[in-house]
Structures are given as structure tokens and as C-alpha cells.
């Protein structure tokens, strides 16, 4: 018993136990309190995004998760879409705010990026971001090299196209499912 | 196993000051690095670890007769691995702010070698109250290095000392045309600069100490 291979091992396999048990135990307790931290942290974005809204309610229209900004009143003043898709050089995560009738962009936040630092990574600057502000979603929002001479076009980051032309992606694509499910 | 070895007091105060992890031992110079740009995050890590510490060192010193040689690295590194992921999880709970700052910094206290370090020097060999003053000592002494490098970033760098929690203005904000904060020094390479300038500045207190202890021991 004493040189067979669980002689030597009890030790850890029971530790490998008595832990497991104890951590699933910590996260059972714990998990509803984290998911409330994430879901206010979103929520807590909406104002910046959408003006007039306060706070936003979850929904799930066309496959994808979507939170109807509303204001004091708890009238619904436009809608925030939370959208990822793939930019230069891994998955870029946005918030997108839109009017109540998704016919115009109220803002654009990049929650998570791993862009090349000093290029693409200057998505996340507000004087970047903020030429989405108003901008109507129909035509499809177009990246141009050169100053934007039509309201749908958006001066891309300069050395940065296909993060640039990511971001606009990911935005038509949100509003097109969004308004795709609505009409269901 | 022999109980002779430093006894708990002198565990703990060579935690601090001799053995000091950051500047003596040099270990845990991952997240010395990573999370020195603010109070906040600097005590929050120092805080995790000594809760980890303490944690891996009592159970390893409960459990040392059972230590088998081969496997014990398993054991150690099974038991940190446990009190971290607990450790995350209630930071996540309640301090999310502190855990979106940072982010896999947390989870990389796993393999932080002091505590490691700790259960194989110290915890492994000697009994649980030892083992405890030497983790609390440890921890302290951890808690003095990041503190030292986070306190000359932060003011350097945002013109705050735990501008976030205590809101506390070191450098005046109305007066920048005397002083602009220093962005180099919330960045990676002012962590760098600092730990460097910090740990010459150490050597050089102790070199003049023992020189002058030397004299002292010619003389007489």
C-alpha cells in the first residue's frame, strides 16, 4: 500500500476534492453578485451612449442581446446594441447607441481591442468615435482615406483601414440584424 | 521533521526589512511592474496576497507530515491555485472596479514565486504558527515595496496618493504652467525606472551600513 500509486497520491487527490468543492461552493455564492456588477457596468454606459436615456432594460430581438435605453419616465428613447465581430488583430467589442426609430447613430463606445498600439488602437479615441455621433444608418456607413464629403462616410484612422472599415462593419451589421428582428 | 530554524518573530521581521521580497529577494517583479501606477491597485495585490499567504502557508504547514518529496510542489501549487481562484472571485463580487483594473493580474498571483517560495522555505518545514507570522511578515514586506514604487508613480504620474478611494491631491491641479503630470511614469516604463532608481538607492543605504559597520568592528 504504501509505494502503490495511490499510497503516494491520496494527499492530492483528496485536496483536488476538498478544493473543487470549495470553489464551486465560492461561485454558486458569488455568481449572482458578479453578473450584476457586469450587466450595471453595461447598463451604466447607456447614458454617455444614448441622450436622454438613463438606464436600459435587456432584450433578445434577432438572435442577438439588445437593451432599450430608457429615460426617467421609463419612455424608451432609443436602444443600445452591444456588437463584436473581428477587426485587424483580434475580436473588437462595441456599444452602439441608436435613436428610437434606429434611423441615426447617438454614439459608439469600444469596450475591448487588442489593435496595433498607436495605429489601430486609435479607435478608442473619443475624436475618432465621435464622427459616428448622428450619423444616419441608411445607406450603410462607408470608411473613406480623405475627409467625408456625404453624411454616411467616416474618415478612417490614418495606417489603420481594416480596423477603421472593421468598426463601420460591425455597426451596419448590428443595426441591419436589429432592424431585421424588429420586423419579424 | 527538526523544529530548529528562524522561531515566528524572527520570521516576521525578516519579512519586512531583511528578506524584504521586492527588494532583497527580487521575486514577485511581475506585478510589482504590472500594478504599481496607483495606490489603489498596489494595496489591492498586496492585500490578495497576503490573504493567499497566509492561506497556503497555514495548510501547508497543517498538512506537512503528509508531504510526500516529489509531490509536494503539486500540493503547494494546488493549494495557491485554490485561495487565488477564491480571492478572484471576491474581488469580482466586491471590488469589481479593482478587478477590471487588474484584469489577469489576480489569476498570475498562482504563480507568484513568493508565495511558493514561502511554502517550500518556510511553511513546509515549520509549524502553523510560524508559518502564519512568517506569511504576515512576507505579505508586509511586499506590501512596503509596491507601496514605495506605487506612491512615487502615482504622484509623478496623476499628482494623487489614493486619488481613487481618498481622493487625495498631492499636486496642486491648479498649476500647470509649474508642473504637468508625468505620463511615463503610469506607463510600463516607469515602473521600470522606478524599481531601478529604488533598488540602486536600497544597495547604496546598505553598502554605506555595512561599510560603516566594518569601520566599526576595525576600531575596536
Known amino acids: ?184 | 521533521m527538526s523544529q530548529d530554524g528562524p522561531t515566528a518573530v524572527e520570521r516576521f521581521l525578516n519579512g519586512i526589512i531583511p528578506e524584504n521580497p521586492t527588494y532583497r529577494q527580487i521575486l514577485g517583479i511581475c506585478p510589482t511592474l504590472a500594478v504599481t501606477n496607483t495606490m489603489e491597485s498596489a494595496m489591492t495585490m498586496a492585500g490578495t496576497v497576503l490573504f493567499v499567504l497566509v492561506c497556503s502557508n497555514v495548510l501547508t504547514s497543517l498538512i506537512r507530515g503528509l508531504l510526500k518529496p516529489h509531490l509536494r510542489i503539486l500540493v503547494f501549487t494546488l493549494t495557491i491555485a485554490a485561495f487565488v481562484t477564491i480571492a478572484d472571485r471576491f474581488l469580482a463580487a466586491y471590488m469589481y472596479d479593482m478587478s477590471k483594473v487588474l484584469g489577469p493580474y489576480i489569476p498570475l498571483v498562482i504563480v507568484n514565486c513568493i508565495i511558493i517560495a514561502r511554502c517550500e522555505i518556510c511553511a513546509a518545514k515549520q509549524g502553523v504558527w510560524t508559518a502564519f507570522m512568517d506569511a504576515v511578515g512576507q505579505s508586509l514586506g511586499f506590501m512596503l515595496g509596491l507601496m514605495s514604487i506605487a506612491t512615487i508613480r502615482e504622484i509623478l504620474g496623476f499628482g494623487t496618493w489614493f486619488g481613487k478611494w481618498l481622493g487625495w491631491r498631492v499636486i496642486p491641479v491648479t498649476a500647470p504652467e509649474h508642473w504637468s503630470t508625468w505620463v511615463i511614469m503610469i506607463l510600463p516604463p516607469g515602473a521600470f525606472i522606478t524599481l531601478g532608481l529604488l533598488m540602486g538607492v536600497m544597495n547604496w543605504i546598505e553598502a554605506k551600513h555595512s561599510a560603516r559597520a566594518k569601520k566599526a568592528t576595525v576600531a575596536a
Do not use: C, H
Not at chain 1, 43 to 63: D, K, N, R
Not at chain 1, 68 to 86: C, F
Not at chain 1, 176 to 183: K, S, V
Open chain 1, 1 to 184: 500500500m504504501k509505494n502503490s500509486y495511490i499510497g503516494q497520491a491520496w494527499l492530492v487527490i483528496v485536496l483536488s476534492l476538498v478544493f473543487g468543492a470549495a470553489l464551486a461552493g465560492v461561485q454558486a455564492a458569488l455568481k449572482p453578485r458578479i453578473e450584476q456588477n457586469k450587466l450595471n457596468d453595461t447598463l451604466g454606459q447607456i447614458p454617455s451612449l444614448v441622450p436622454g436615456a438613463t438606464t436600459g432594460q435587456a432584450e433578445t430581438i434577432g438572435g442577438q442581446t439588445v437593451y432599450r435605453a430608457l429615460n426617467d419616465q421609463g419612455e424608451q428613447v432609443g436602444w443600445m446594441i452591444p456588437a463584436r465581430g473581428l477587426g485587424f488583430a483580434d475580436v473588437l467589442d462595441l456599444l452602439v447607441g441608436l435613436n428610437k426609430d434606429l434611423s441615426r447613430v447617438t454614439g459608439l463606445s469600444v469596450l475591448e481591442q487588442k489593435e496595433t498600439p498607436g495605429l489601430g488602437d486609435r479607435i478608442t479615441e473619443p475624436r475618432w468615435r465621435d464622427q459616428f455621433k448622428g450619423k444616419p444608418t441608411i445607406p450603410d456607413l462607408v470608411v473613406t482615406k480623405t475627409a467625408p464629403k456625404s453624411d454616411s462616410e467616416i474618415q478612417g484612422v490614418t495606417g489603420a483601414t481594416i480596423s477603421s472599415v472593421s468598426v463601420a462593419g460591425i455597426v451596419n451589421g448590428a443595426v441591419a440584424r436589429l432592424r431585421e428582428g424588429l420586423r419579424e
